[in-house]
Nanobody, 117 residues
């Protein structure tokens, strides 16, 4: 599965950004089978899990983003969105989308989100 992430940028604290992850060249039946997630890696830190949406549409979030970030998906566009609200400087990181299919993982190229104080 090929993943393309987009939507990062510079935003002020308290602002919002929406990230997109597109599973390009993925047929519908495969996309519907994917469990998708977002991870992030801040400078000097390890990559951490942020949120996931299962192939059944169930979402789950890390405690640090719960109530501020929202995952959704557009099946027709083969796309998952991460809406990030009330951003904090500590949300600054490179965000990576991930797709898991029967134990096999694919990663997007990462998109940088910088939150200024």
């Amino acid at each position: 599965v090929q993943l393309q992430a987009s939507g990062g940028g510079l935003v002020q604290a308290g602002g919002s950004v929406r990230l997109s992850c597109t599973a390009s060249r993925t047929i519908l039946s495969v996309f519907n089978s994917l469990n998708m997630a977002w991870y992030r890696q801040a400078p000097g830190k390890q990559r951490e899990w942020v949120a996931r949406i299962t192939n059944g549409g169930i979402t789950d979030y890390a405690d640090s983003v719960k109530g501020r970030f929202t995952l959704s998906r557009d099946i027709n566009r083969r796309r998952v969105y991460l809406q990030m609200n009330s951003l904090k400087p500590e949300d600054t990181a490179v965000y990576y989308c991930n797709a898991e299919l029967r134990g096999s993982n694919s990663w997007g190229q990462g998109t940088l989100v910088t939150v200024s104080s």
